[in-house]
């Protein structure tokens, strides 16, 4: 089925406050091969708060994860993330386009600290296969 | 940094352990990145690396380059799958090219490869000098 178009525009609830331990930090950064010493945690970081931003909206859509597959993403960073911060994301549809069958949902996630202040943007571009077939990417 | 000045190339070798891993630690557990019926089914060709992990070695290969300066900002397309086989691994390569340095930042264009094809769109990243 594909996703209604009177979802642009529409911002979901943030995500429940989560603090960012070095634990965490250290895990995310060794799984992609990589050494954390302390300090900022890796760039690519901040997707998992955006994931879970995405994920609460799939939920709420009833769209199933595995016919999504990421078109593109992009970060805007106001700051690093640091272990010790407490960060939600919040997500607004910015896009929808159906394309052969696909929906190409455009997304933005605002990361913000415990402060309210804002530490990263970052925009996805999600396809979703509604009918299966087809994905390249 | 020069613009023009082209970065040393960046590989990284990857495996089903380490979707296993990097889905543990980011939290995305899409099964396309798990299973190959899962991911057959919605017309992959197999197994592939979350769009996610790629991109985290982009970074990785930016933060060996800056010597851990501050990203800006850090975009790409994922535009081929990168398909991991149940054994054995698959290489990444990440190549990067000084595009500007202006104003303290510094421009990278990048290019990420798998076998010889590129898998992500325009990946870029803009740091402080």
């Known amino acids: 089925m594909p996703i209604d ?5 529409r911002s979901f609830p943030p995500t429940p406050p989560r603090e960012v331990t070095e634990d ?3 895990a995310f950064a060794e799984a992609t091969g990589g050494r954390y010493d302390g300090g900022p945690a890796p760039a690519t970081y901040p997707i998992v708060l955006a994931f879970g931003a995405m994920n609460a909206f799939l939920e709420a859509e009833q769209v199933d994860l595995f016919r999504i597959v990421h078109g593109e993403q992009k970060f805007s960073y106001n700051r690093p993330v640091l272990p010790g911060d407490v960060l939600s994301a919040t997500l607004t549809v910015a896009t929808l386009r159906q394309i052969g069958g696909a929906d ?4 933005t996630s605002e990361v913000t600290d415990v402060m309210g202040a804002h530490v990263c943007i970052t925009s996805a571009t999600l396809v979703h296969q509604s009918i299966g077939g087809g994905a390249d990417a | 940094m020069n ?14 352990a380490d979707l296993v891993r990097y889905a ?3 939290g995305d557990h899409n099964p396309i990145h798990q299973d190959e019926t899962v991911a057959r089914s919605v017309g992959l060709p197999g197994v592939i690396a979350h769009g996610m992990f ?3 070695l982009a970074a990785r290969a930016v933060a ?4 851990g300066a501050r990203v800006v900002e850090l975009g790409c397309k994922f535009t081929h799958p990168v398909v991991v086989p149940v054994d054995g691994e698959v290489t990444v390569t990440v190549g990067g090219t000084v ?3 202006e104003a303290g930042l510094v421009a990278l264009a990048l290019e990420v490869t798998c076998d010889g094809q590129k898998v992500l769109g325009m990946p870029k990243a803009v740091v402080r000098a």
């Open chain 1, 5 to 9: 178009q009177s979802l642009v525009g």
């Open chain 1, 24 to 26: 965490h930090v250290r």
């Open chain 1, 104 to 107: 190409i949902i455009g997304t």
């Open chain 2, 3 to 16: 613009p023009g000045d082209v970065l040393e190339t960046q590989t990284y070798a990857v495996t089903r």
């Open chain 2, 24 to 26: 543990e630690a980011s």
């Open chain 2, 54 to 56: 790629t991109m985290a």
């Open chain 2, 64 to 67: 060996t380059w800056t010597d």
């Open chain 2, 99 to 101: 595009k500007s340095v």
